[in-house]
């Protein structure tokens, strides 16, 4: 994934998850967009998982995604929590972790049709 995102002209910072998520730190090409560079991200990983035969049958991404922006002094506390998402998810799964976000940046959203 650092691959992919470098070669769209994008930073990598850190890029940790569980095996229902991943959590991608970027600095963002201010000429590119997120949904472009999430797509590609889906696409190119799809097929090298597929294509390296890690999973019985075919593996694919869900639909959807959520971004959230995060300023310079912030950088190191998301690097930690990236850092430390086994431990993280010790104690609160993947929908619990998606709607404490969407709550902290106070996204409305509708949970039918959330993971």
């Not at 095996?19 to 997120?34: C, R, S």
């Not at 999430?38 to 593996?59: D, L, Y």
């Not at 990236?82 to 431990?87: A, D, G, L, P």
């Amino acid at each position: 994934m650092s691959g992919i995102i470098k070669n769209l002209g994008h930073k990598p910072i850190i890029i940790n998850g569980m095996g229902d998520h991943v959590h991608i730190l970027i600095g963002l090409a201010p000429n590119k967009t997120i949904s472009d560079l999430v797509k590609e991200v889906k696409r190119a990983s799809t097929n090298f998982i597929n294509e390296q035969g890690w999973f019985t049958g075919k593996f694919s991404w869900q639909e959807g995604y959520g971004a959230f922006s995060y300023g310079q002094s912030q950088l190191q506390t998301i690097i930690n929590y990236i850092k430390n998402q086994e431990k993280h998810h010790q104690s609160k799964n993947f929908r619990e972790e998606y709607i404490s976000l969407l709550k902290k940046f106070k996204i409305e959203f509708d949970e039918k049709w959330l993971p």
